[in-house]
């Protein structure tokens, strides 16, 4: 079932560098916003409830973070690809006081989620403008080897640049972990799973310890989906992930081990000479 077009063209929008539409419009399924870049949902934000996680990726996402040093214990972060900053606002609410860093290319996109989903106030939330790997390094030489947490979630409509899943980009990345601190990344991909693979012997060559979050049928690849590498140069907290992944609201599982063994199989890091966007979705993936 399609989208309400009357609602859409009303709806606050912006285009963006590349020509792309962005608009902010209700969510049809539930509370709260999502952000629209072209035709694919970038974003669910609840401006009344930040802790309300629409997109399942999302949810798996918190359910890590939710695992990482005490509960409610501040947090620094550093974000790659802001949307409508969802996580961010998040980690804001569960955890206050955390100081938190995102970096977005597109400074009208910023302009368009800061005046119609404004951030609360103090929430400790900084957004730069600029490409994610550059803008790396950029941060304030302070924030290297102390962060709790690095997210990538950076799309150029629905796929990921190339220049963002090299082992050079990870390695960059890593730089600013703490020696407990966890890098998750959002990865999409479809039946094979060649890419996700392929990211996540990438992501191993440069962290040590890797987990694989995805909803079953994703994770066996059988369809397009999201799945979230979590990786760390320490031992993952997963204690819990198993049982909040089996709960739903789809099934979804945690792989690590040997099945992240048989999953990476032998395949060999990319590296900025050979790398390649993500796949594209099907045209009517994101379809209502």
């Known amino acids: 079932m399609g989208r309400n077009r009357q609602r859409d063209d009303d709806a606050p929008q912006t285009r963006l560098s590349d020509g792309t539409l962005a608009r902010v419009v209700p969510s049809p399924y539930t509370t709260g916003f999502e952000l629209m870049v072209g035709e694919t949902p970038q974003s669910h934000v609840d401006l ?5 996680l629409h997109f399942e990726y999302v949810a798996r ?3 890590v973070i939710d695992q990482l040093r005490l509960p409610g214990q501040p947090l620094t972060a550093v974000h790659l690809g802001a949307g409508a900053l969802t996580i ?3 980690i804001a609410q569960t955890r206050p006081g955390s100081r938190q860093q995102v970096i977005e290319l597109e400074p009208a996109l ?4 800061r005046e119609h989903l404004p951030l609360p106030k103090n929430a400790g939330i900084r ?7 550059e803008g790396l390094t950029r941060l304030p030489p302070a924030l290297t ?10 799309y150029a409509g629905a796929q990921t640049p190339a220049h963002l899943t090299t082992v050079e980009f990870y390695r960059t990345a890593s730089t600013l972990l703490s020696p407990t601190g966890v890098l998750l990344v959002n990865v999409a991909d479809g039946a094979g799973l060649a890419f996700a693979r392929q990211q996540v012997a990438t992501v191993r060559a440069v962290l040590e310890h890797v987990i694989v979050l995805a909803e079953v049928q994703t994770l066996k690849g059988r369809r397009f989906g999201n799945l979230v590498i979590a ?16 709960a739903g609201p ?6 690590q081990g040997r099945e992240i063994d048989e999953f990476a199989g032998s395949l060999a890091p990319v590296v900025d000479a050979a790398a390649r966007p993500s796949p594209k979705p099907s045209t009517t993936l994101f379809e209502r």
């Open 231 to 246: 990786a760390s140069a320490a031992p993952l907290p997963t204690q819990w992930l198993p049982r909040l992944m089996a």
């Open 61 to 63: 996402m918190g359910a």
């Open 127 to 133: 957004v730069r403008i600029g490409d994610a790997r």
């Open 88 to 90: 961010p606002r998040y």
């Open 145 to 154: 080897g102390t962060v709790d947490l690095v997210v990538s979630d950076v």
């Open 48 to 52: 009344d409830d930040p802790t309300h």
């Open 250 to 255: 789809h099934p979804a599982k945690v792989a």
């Open 110 to 113: 910023w302009d368009l989620v």
